[in-house]
Nanobody
């Protein structure tokens, strides 16, 4: 059974940083591309970033490019999202996803 547990969210001021983590189990993490998506209040899911299985290829939504960095530690079955220069419009629940499954999410709130 695929299990994904996100953590690291919180309240941060505009311009601040957070690092999200996603602990994965129940599948071959090191052979799976992984994705972060987010859902802002009252809106649908938005793709944020994807990383390939080896970590050598990444893609970002235009809205986060240059500010967010996706990475992974295959030895620890963990996915990361480093978020810098946060803006109020980054406020959302952030989920990691694989094989059509996502975790419970972690809330990120950017506000002064």
């Amino acid at each position: 059974e695929v299990q994904l547990v996100e953590s690291g969210g919180g309240l941060v001021q505009p311009g601040g940083s957070l690092r999200l983590s996603c602990a994965a189990s129940g599948f071959r993490f090191s052979r799976s591309a992984m994705t972060w998506v987010r859902q802002a209040p009252g809106k649908g899911l938005e793709w944020v970033s994807t990383i390939n299985s080896g970590g050598g290829s990444t893609n970002y939504a235009d809205s986060v490019k240059g500010r967010f960095t996706i990475s992974r530690d295959n030895a620890k079955n963990t996915l990361f999202l480093q978020m810098n220069s946060l803006k109020p419009e980054d406020t959302a629940i952030y989920y990691c996803t694989v094989q059509g499954t996502r975790g419970q999410g972690t809330q990120v709130t950017v506000s002064s």
